[in-house]
T-cell receptor, first 112, second 114 residues
């Protein structure tokens, strides 16, 4: 089944403790992206990657890092999480030249 | 980025057609019109997209005004499973970074009444 998977789905952590949210897609898509969703603010793009080893900032990149060493994986790294990074995070992927983006199921992160 | 305007909420009876409007008066010639929906507790899901002509797929139809300043997503027979937030989004082209970034607004929350 074609899908985007994210792990973990739920995470509660403390301020300053480094964490990684993984994202993987099995559709051989070139493009991958991370969004965060907050009440009243909609979904905002954090980082995106147009292909392996090519990443760029979205609208709200502060406090996040990404890497794209393999085509299928696009992990989101929070080196020193803070409470304002408490949010619902979505990973998405897209084939080059296509319009349709596929989204993962989301990761709900709480930073205390 | 060109913005879209949608009603905050709409209601429909089950098995009735639903017309979800979207205004995008500042759309540029290269902007595609996308519709995504987000069911409760799920990630957004692609519904349909178009550039100038009306489009149909298995989920919905997209009617685009001749001047492209507005569009309407049409669900032909609403079911309870169609209750979701529907987002109308403009995105540039089909290749390059501009086509990848989707700027989600607040969308229209569709309620379906049994």
């Amino acid at each position: 089944e074609a899908q985007v998977t994210q792990n973990p789905r739920y995470l509660i952590t403390v301020t300053g403790k480094k964490l990684t949210v993984t994202c993987s897609q099995n559709m051989n898509h070139e493009y991958m992206s991370w969004y965060r969703q907050d009440p009243g603010l909609g979904l905002r793009q954090i980082y995106y990657s147009m292909n392996v080893e090519v990443t760029d900032k979205g609208d709200v990149p502060e406090g996040y890092k990404v890497s794209r060493k393999e085509k299928r994986n696009f992990p989101l790294i929070l080196e020193s999480p803070s409470p304002n990074q408490t949010s619902l995070y979505f990973c998405a992927s897209k084939r080059q030249g296509a319009n349709e983006q596929y989204f993962g199921p989301g990761t709900r992160l709480t930073v205390t | 980025d060109a913005k879209t305007t949608q009603p905050n909420s709409m209601e429909s009876n089950e098995e009735e057609p639903v017309h979800l409007p979207c205004n995008h008066s500042t759309i540029s010639g290269t902007d595609y019109i996308h519709w995504y929906r987000q069911l409760p507790s799920q990630g957004p899901e692609y519904v349909i997209h178009g550039l100038t002509s009306n489009v149909n797929n298995r989920m919905a139809s997209l009617a685009i005004a001749e001047d492209r300043k507005s569009s309407t997503l049409i669900l032909h027979r609403a079911t309870l499973r169609d209750a979701a937030v529907y987002y109308c989004i403009l995105s540039m082209g089909v290749s390059g970074a501009g086509s990848y970034q989707l700027t989600f607004g607040k969308g229209t929350k569709l309620s379906v009444i049994p």
